[in-house]
């Protein structure tokens, strides 16, 4: 099933998107869903969102995503093109919720 922007609702801000919405490319093609939304909300700064794609977690940077939605989300790039999270952060303050969510992201199974 593909799905566009009119299918995801009206847009909306990082702040509100949730945990669990489908995430796509521009044409409609599904990447997976998102895992957790990266900000630092104190700076009112979006650093992109965590996916959990059928090959594993996948990073979209911010400048990756296209738009977010109601019910979803639309990101540049197939999922196999997307960055593996690893302990290495985009730039982003050490004290940053992104930095505790990037920990929870990477610690040990």
């Known amino acids: 099933m593909t799905e566009n922007a009119e299918d995801l609702g009206e847009p909306v801000a990082y702040l509100v998107l949730r945990e669990g919405v489908p995430v ?3 044409s409609g093609d599904p990447v997976g869903t998102v895992t957790r939304v990266l900000a630092d909300e ?3 700064i979006f650093h992109g969102l965590l996916i959990s794609t059928p090959d594993g977690p996948r990073f979209a940077t911010g400048d990756q995503v296209a ?3 109601e019910h979803g989300a639309i990101v540049t790039e197939p999922a196999e093109r997307l960055a593996r999270p690893s302990a290495d952060l985009p730039a982003a ?3 940053s919720g992104l930095r505790k969510a990037w920990n929870w992201l990477v610690q040990p199974k």
Do not use: A, K, N, S
């Open 24 to 26: 796509c490319t521009p």
């Open 93 to 95: 303050r050490q004290d």
């Open 42 to 44: 104190r700076e009112d």
């Open 67 to 69: 738009g977010l939605y």
